[in-house]
């Protein structure tokens, strides 16, 4: 049997365990006794990124169909099941890895591992259910294509990241949607969907040694599979846009939306923690710099967000706002391009990074309040980065300075390195 390595870690008052079963499988057990609940999860280290172009939205539409069925618990019997348990579960995909949840009493979560080590291996793909849930994913396209800040998103999306896939959409494009057969996602499956690509989280009033012995017996047998340099995709290398670029699209109503996008760098990077503390402090809460200027003093507009997006392989520090009635994109693009522009002369004051700080801390504490909270926390570090980074992002963050903001701002939020969008009104 697997040995353990245990970390406490105080701040959330766990004790982190860390094995790897013979075939691969990474098990983090998080023991905390605090509530009688158990959260498991199940993290593949596979999701948009990982596709052929012709694959395009493969991850995420496996993910419905984890849902539609084995020979052991047929259509809906995990969701009946575990509604059955007084539990719940779900699931979900982005560029990185794709991800399952099940929270359960801790008198009774190990029937989580029944279904999801059933699933890893023996799902049906139905020619009949497969097409059937190819319609609700179509469906789900076409509503987002009805966002206009997500369409502006997605079409920014290439401009950004170029012809890495990080530059389609999750969930993918229609014609390709169109062409995938149960044969092409069985493929799939059996290229990402196995034990030598899986990590295992397992969270909250449980034994870690009985975890470890179930753990071993439901996933122990199930080969390893592909290895991860064989079967991940190749992808051009992310190369940073050459000179500002522009993006103007139509809605039809009056809205005018405008983002502003800056390609920065990867999880766990100084820049990352940069980004976090900078976004904060210039668009988060009524005393955020942006906010206080954009909206309340100038009137300039309705709405200002600043957001943080990093990724295993880039990031992007993204802007965006909405224009108040009566107001042209054209002045708020202008006031904030002011706004970013002072950031580059004059770094934000210690007030106002605390601040930050204090409002980021927070927001990690009220997530890993909960059993699945902190496995969801500790999971996504374990795919994008490792576990132990998702505890030390305090510390981290305490160490960006104003200084490091001054130099972050001048290096990456400059006029050279953006790339515009806009959502207009069509015009008459």
Not at 300 to 321: I, K, M, P
Not at 347 to 367: H, K, M, W
């Amino acid at each position: 049997m697997s040995v353990f390595e245990s970390t406490p870690v105080d701040e959330v008052g766990a004790i982190v365990h860390d094995t790897r079963l013979a075939n691969g499988l990474r098990l983090l057990v998080v023991e905390r006794h605090t509530d009688p609940v158990v959260a498991s999860m199940c993290w593949y280290r596979v999701g948009s990124k990982s596709e052929h172009t012709e694959e395009a939205g493969m991850s995420h539409f496996l993910e419905h169909m984890m849902f539609k069925g084995t020979h052991k618990f047929g259509k809906g019997m995990v969701d009946q099941e575990i509604t059955r348990l007084g539990g719940s579960n779900n699931a979900y995909t982005s560029y990185d890895f794709t991800a399952y949840w099940f929270e359960l009493a801790s008198d009774r979560w190990e029937r989580a591992l029944d279904l999801e080590a059933d699933r890893m291996q023996n799902l049906l793909l139905d020619p009949t259910e497969f097409e059937s849930e190819k319609a609700v994913v179509l469906e789900e396209l076409s509503m987002g294509l009805d966002d206009p800040w997500r369409l502006l998103s997605q079409e920014m999306a290439p401009l950004i990241h170029g012809r890495h896939p990080y530059g389609r959409p999750i969930i993918g494009y229609r014609d390709v949607l169109d062409r995938m057969t149960p044969e092409k996602m069985r493929a799939f499956y059996k290229r990402f969907y196995h034990p030598g690509n899986a990590t295992v989280v397992i969270s909250g009033d449980v034994n870690p040694e009985r975890a470890l012995e179930r753990v071993e017996a439901k996933y122990g047998s199930i080969e390893a599979g592909t290895p991860w340099s064989e079967a991940d995709t190749w992808r051009p290398e992310l190369t940073t846009p050459l000179g500002a670029q522009r993006l103007d699209l139509t809605w039809d109503d009056p809205g005018q939306r405008i983002i502003l996008a800056w390609p920065t760098e990867k999880v766990g990077s100084d820049a990352d923690f940069a980004s976090d503390v900078l976004s904060t402090v210039i668009t988060t809460g009524r005393l955020s710099r942006m906010y206080r200027s954009l909206v309340l003093d100038k009137g300039l507009a309705t709405y200002v967000s600043a957001h943080n997006d990093a990724r295993q392989e880039s990031g992007t520090f993204l802007l965006y706002a909405e224009a108040n009635q009566g107001v042209e994109v054209a002045r708020l693009e202008e006031a904030l391009r002011e706004e970013i522009a002072q950031l580059r002369k004059e770094a934000p004051t210690q007030v106002e990074i605390q601040r930050a700080r204090n409002i980021l801390a927070a927001g990690e504490c009220s997530t890993m309040e909960t059993v699945s909270g902190l496995a969801e926390h500790l999971g996504e570090y374990a795919i994008d980065a490792d576990w132990p980074l998702g505890f030390q992002l305090t510390e981290r963050r305490n160490k960006i300075t104003a200084e490091a903001l001054l130099k972050f701002a001048n290096e990456y939020l400059t006029d050279e390195r953006c790339i515009t969008g806009t959502s207009l009104p069509e015009k008459d």
